[in-house]
């Protein structure tokens, strides 16, 4: 028993090297003191954390990849929630087809979706390219918001709404007072999970960025493409950080146990 | 003027029909019970006087109005459901008060109504609670002070007690009967528990497959059942079909396959002109030995198997007319395969539909 326990346990530290591995290995480099990317480091310094401040445009791509991120949430939310309703308490012809459209975007290789997007939003409709950009983010948020919050629904007893019915409640005045509250932490973790989709976002981006708009992960391909400096693995470090922080907030607020449960 | 009126009323499901050319009267102040399997339309018809459903046809009428039509939340009716419906995110004082605020009461009356409702329905000091730190006896109890306390014009339960354990379920029924008489509030009541609806109704509708078999008072329906379907969900075992029935002395008499059958006339037998009776378990009895062949109301037979009820037992005879079901109180039982007769005595035969 004891044998196979430590086993056990010796496959599961390997299993975390090699997921963790590559991201340990990144965060070390970032010290590295000399230009050039190396493991291990030969020494201690943070220039290349003040060097991601004096390339301007980190600061640029950064503001609009939360920009991008944030409004197309609002966006996603305002027609994932209605959907995910609209598909958790109603029978009608056609569910599954809805069902499945609104999945599509998760289930079509993001390449294709990216490419199907630059065809269809930039080139027939000439959409502005933050236009383009939005819609192609929010593209890629709505099937995690109607999934996620389909998921919370699926707990609510419908029952409740109509006790709100009976006691004299109008329809919209129940869902604002009654479901919505009662869903609150599927919509925060819908929020989050959707965030870092987008705000992670390559192949979407690749194909909706264009002249003088980029998201952060784009400008961090084409930085790499032409420097060999840690300045990356500086960057690379402050999103983990920053994803850190939000699994952190979903963590707290709900129990990651959330996601696995269905 | 019945307070509420079902009129020739048909509601659809998925193109199924589940009540057709339904017709239910309720009065001012009554408690009626809607009673049967599962399936048999009795939700769906309080789901249609809530206003949750729409009739296809018909119309219902409520005080003389046609309600038919007019959305739930104006028709100031309380409603009580099985899975209590709280609003989880609400304290108990939050809940009650729900409907208060959407009427804008002001928030002095809120909270005096709403102790006055908690302390009706035996909550006071529970205020702060929230739903998931009650029991389920008390959960109910805030669903029907959250029911009450609006004043509804009419009171729905949706079998209220089935999700509570046994014990809970018989105070709970009588604690809703007291309420119920207390305040004088027109109520339906839905179930599937016999005991239960008898026990708390001053009617009660037997529904079976969209249509109401019989709607009497608890007593009539318990001792004169009109159909065999309405027998049978009460506890009626036996029963004989006849071939020929005759009328004479002031009772009737059946012949079954050579048997003869005499059921006593009652006031509420009355009118049935049907050749078919039934009999409790009950009130059937047996004797040792065989008895004389032709003798009315009699019959040979043996005891196929016998099981001990605790206070009585129960046998199954053996007949020339088929099996019937007999309680009889003994201290020795019969042996199986013991020859018996049986005797059904002619004010305990009810003639059925």
């Not at chain 2, 018989?170 to 509030?185: D, K, W």
Request: glycine share 8%; proline share 4%.
């Amino acid at each position: 028993m004891q044998e196979k326990n430590r086993g056990l346990a010796v496959f599961t530290f390997l299993v975390f090297l090699f997921l963790l591995g590559p991201l340990v290995i990144i965060s070390l480099t970032s010290f590295e003191p000399s230009t050039v990317l190396r493991f291990p480091p030969k020494g201690f310094s943070l220039r290349w954390y003040e060097n991601i401040l004096d390339v301007e445009m980190f600061l640029e791509t950064f503001k609009t990849s939360i920009f991008v991120s944030v409004i197309g949430n609002l966006l996603a939310l305002a027609l994932g929630i209605p959907a995910a309703y609209a598909l958790s308490r109603y029978q009608f012809k056609g569910k599954g087809f809805f069902n499945a459209v609104f999945l599509s975007p998760v289930l079509i290789p993001g390449i294709v979706l990216g490419f199907a997007m630059l065809k269809y939003v930039i080139v027939i409709y000439d959409l502005p390219i933050y236009a383009g950009l939005l819609v192609g983010h929010t593209v890629v948020m709505l099937p995690f918001i109607i999934r996620v919050i389909a998921s919370s629904l699926a707990n609510f007893d419908f029952a409740i709404e109509e006790a709100a019915y009976s006691l004299g409640s109008g329809k919209l005045a129940t869902f604002f007072k009654v479901v919505l509250p009662n869903i609150r932490s599927g919509i925060i973790a819908a929020i989050l999970i959707a965030f870092l989709e987008s705000f992670n976002n390559v192949d979407i981006s690749v194909f909706m960025t264009g002249p003088g708009v980029s998201t952060l992960p784009i400008q961090m391909l084409t930085y790499v493409e032409n420097n060999f400096d840690p300045t990356i693995a500086a960057l690379s470090v402050v999103l983990m950080i920053i994803t850190a922080v939000l699994m952190f907030l979903i963590e707290r607020l709900l129990g990651l146990s959330y996601f696995t449960k269905r | 003027m019945a307070l509420l009126s079902l009129e020739n009323v048909s509601v659809a499901y998925e193109n199924q029909l589940i009540l057709k050319d339904f017709n239910l009267q309720v009065e001012k102040g009554e408690l009626i019970s809607l009673l049967g399997p599962s399936g048999c339309g009795k939700t769906t018809t309080l789901r249609l006087i809530a206003g949750f459903l729409e009739a296809k046809q018909g119309a219902f009428l409520f005080q003389d109005k046609d309600y038919t039509r007019v959305p739930v939340n104006k028709r100031n009716f309380g409603f009580v459901f099985q899975s209590y419906a709280l609003f989880p995110h609400l304290s108990v004082f939050d809940n009650v008060a729900f409907g208060l605020r959407l009427r804008k009461v002001k928030e002095a009356d809120i909270v005096k109504r709403v102790g006055q409702m908690l302390e009706v329905v035996n909550l006071s000091g529970f205020e702060k609670r929230f739903p998931k730190e009650l029991s389920g006896g008390q959960r109910q109890r805030v669903a029907i002070a959250r029911a009450l306390v609006i004043e509804p014009d009419l009171l729905l339960f949706d079998e209220p007690l089935s999700n509570l354990d046994a014990n809970l379920r018989v105070n709970m029924r009588v604690e809703i009967r007291r309420i119920q008489q207390e305040l004088g509030i027109t109520t339906v009541y839905v179930s599937h528990d016999q005991e239960e609806c008898f026990s708390i109704s001053d009617k009660v509708a037997i529904m079976n497959k969209g249509v109401i078999e019989q709607l009497g008072s608890p007593a009539a329906i318990f001792k004169y059942p009109k159909t065999e379907f309405v027998a049978r969900f009460i506890g009626f075992t036996n029963f004989l079909n006849g071939s020929e029935r005759q009328e004479r002395d002031g009772q009737v008499e059946l012949k079954v396959a050579g048997h003869s059958f005499l059921i006593a006339s009652q006031a509420g037998n009355e009118g049935r002109t049907g050749k078919k009776c039934a009999i409790r378990p009950d009130d059937l009895q047996v004797e040792a030995g065989h008895g004389s062949t032709g003798e009315p109301n009699r019959l040979n037979g043996i005891v196929k198997i016998s099981t001990y009820l605790g206070r009585s037992y129960q046998y199954v005879v053996e007949t020339a007319l088929g099996n019937f079901t007999v309680n009889q109180e003994m201290d020795t039982p019969y042996q199986n395969g013991q020859q018996v007769s049986l005797v059904f005595p002619r004010e305990k035969l009810v003639l059925v539909d």
